[in-house]
């Protein structure tokens, strides 16, 4: 086997195989790196029309550039067969995890897959491709703890394929949304019934339909309801578990889009102290390298990185002139001017952050803020997520704030926030290519010392609605730490 080629690919060993393709670990001599290489049974590769198909959408997926969905790197042809060569991810899939760890995972830990692989297919399905077929054995885990969804491509195939051949599998019923199964046209929302399927597995242990034939299943499916999961385990947090009833409805009209599950997961999440889904998973799981992590789920490093200070120094008399100045200047104005920050870079260099702060009461001049912020995905070309987070080193308590930006896009941008629910986010064209974001935050209630929100920070995702690379990428300046934000602006409310 290790001897035999698919185009410039070496075979290395098998992965897996089922009815439609053989999966193989395999070597690309050019880039030097593992690949995992599908090659399709010889019977389906002859069937012109679904090859055609099956390429458009590969080629489609291959575009959209999401962390959360699989990459394909090329398709070929090898004596009559085709062949699909994807990235490689080690530590397996979801359906060999959860063998590992007895056949199910703690509601965080599900979350945290279930968030990831929403995120892949919420990209999908803006542009335009559904996946068909989501399961276990689809959703494919990194040794960073990072989800991919698997497998866009072969699932059309599939799906064809058991419109026409009779006595064919019918690729994972378990999971199959009712309107898959009554042959009407389908949008993204199958998906989203899918993805309940597999966090009811993760959450119970068991698959939410069951049957001893295939007909009776699809039955059950299209005429009842899945059964409550807090019945099945008391145990279980109700609002998760109302977050995955939702996705199981049977009514198109109840079934939320991905991008609804999505901020429902990612909220759930972040009120219950996790503030980021990979780090989590990965030490959760226990993979190789995996931080340490403190009580509110962050970190130990990165903690230690928001907490560090620089030493005060010793202004210049005409600085103190000035800065007193303006203290005055903004009380006057009904303002209150939280003075200027040094913060650490990791340069070395000293860097001026204004930020000012409400307070609730006028006297309180004395209040500051620490703002820093990093890059979530340093090497996504196709979004900006800033997570930016504000620490009160002052004496007053913070009941709201105003967080500006400002983001150079050719066009219009899509805005999303995580981890802070009393945050309205607003866009506004500036001309020529300049767009101004700004979130009001209010009921913060941020006593001195402590950090907002909750120490992770407030994530932003800045994308195009079609998830084409952003030119203003290469000018976002953030790496995956926590660093100073002088292009970010926080004030009071006006």
Not at 30 to 53: Q, Y
Not at 68 to 78: A, K, M, R, S, T
Not at 260 to 282: N, Q
Not at 396 to 410: D, G, Q, Y
Request: with cysteine; proline share 6%; glycine share 10%.
């Amino acid at each position: 086997m290790s001897e035999t080629l698919f185009g410039r690919y070496r075979l290395l060993g098998m992965l897996g195989e089922g009815g439609m393709a053989q999966v193989h670990l395999a070597e690309d001599p050019s880039l030097h790196r593992c690949v995992a290489l599908k090659v399709i049974r010889p019977n389906l590769s002859m069937r012109s029309d679904w090859i055609r198909r099956f390429h458009q959408e590969a080629t489609t997926v291959a575009r959209l550039g999401n962390p959360h969905v699989i990459q394909v790197y090329d398709l070929g042809n090898q004596d009559g067969q085709e062949f699909l060569v994807m990235e490689f991810l080690d530590r397996g899939s979801l359906e060999k995890i959860l063998a590992k760890q007895g056949g199910k995972l703690d509601p965080v830990c599900a979350a945290c897959v279930a968030v990831q692989a929403a995120e892949g297919l919420r990209a999908a399905h803006e542009a335009g491709v559904v996946h068909r077929d989501v399961k276990p054995d689809n959703l494919l885990v990194s040794r960073e703890g990072v989800v991919k969804v698997a497998d866009f491509g072969i699932a059309r195939l599939q799906d064809e394929i058991s419109k026409t051949q009779t006595g064919t599998a019918l690729g994972s019923p378990q999971f199959m949304a009712p309107e898959q199964i009554e042959g009407t046209p389908l949008s993204g929302k199958a998906d989203v019934f899918a993805l309940a399927g597999v966090m009811h597995l993760m959450l119970a242990g068991t698959h939410p339909f069951q049957a001893e034939q295939a007909h009776a299943l699809m039955w059950r499916i299209v005429s009842q309801d899945a059964p409550d999961l807090r019945t099945l385990d008391p145990s279980l947090p109700e609002d998760l578990t109302d977050i995955v009833k939702l996705m199981h409805a049977r009514d198109l009209e109840i079934r939320p889009v991905m991008g609804e599950v999505v901020h429902s997961l990612r909220m759930w999440l972040a009120l219950h102290g996790v503030l980021d889904p990979i780090l989590h998973l990965r030490t959760a799981l226990g993979f190789p390298n995996a931080p340490r992590m403190d009580a509110q789920g962050l970190p130990t490093t990165q903690v230690m990185l928001l907490q560090k200070r620089k030493p005060k120094r010793r202004l210049p008399r005409w600085a103190l002139w000035v800065g007193g100045g303006v203290a005055l200047t903004a009380l006057v104005g009904t303002a209150i001017w939280s003075g200027a920050h040094w913060l650490s870079q990791g340069s070395g260099k000293n860097v001026t952050v204004a930020a000012s702060a409400a307070t609730g009461d006028e006297s309180a001049a004395s209040g500051s803020l620490m703002v820093l912020a990093k890059d979530e995905a340093p090497q996504e070309t196709s979004a900006m997520k800033p997570r930016i987070s504000v620490r009160n080193t002052g004496d007053k308590t913070i009941h709201a704030l105003r967080i500006a930006m400002t983001v150079n896009a050719s066009r219009e941008p899509v805005v999303e926030t995580w981890y802070a629910p009393n945050c309205k986010v607003e866009l506004s064209g500036l001309g020529s290519g300049a767009w101004r974001l700004v979130a009001r935050c209010r009921d913060l209630e941020l006593k001195p010392g402590e950090e907002w929100p909750g120490g992770g920070g407030l994530s932003i995702g800045i994308h195009y609605p079609d998830w084409k690379p952003m030119e203003a990428k290469k000018d976002f300046g953030l790496g995956a730490r926590f660093e100073p934000a002088p292009w970010i602006t926080v004030s009071e409310l006006p």
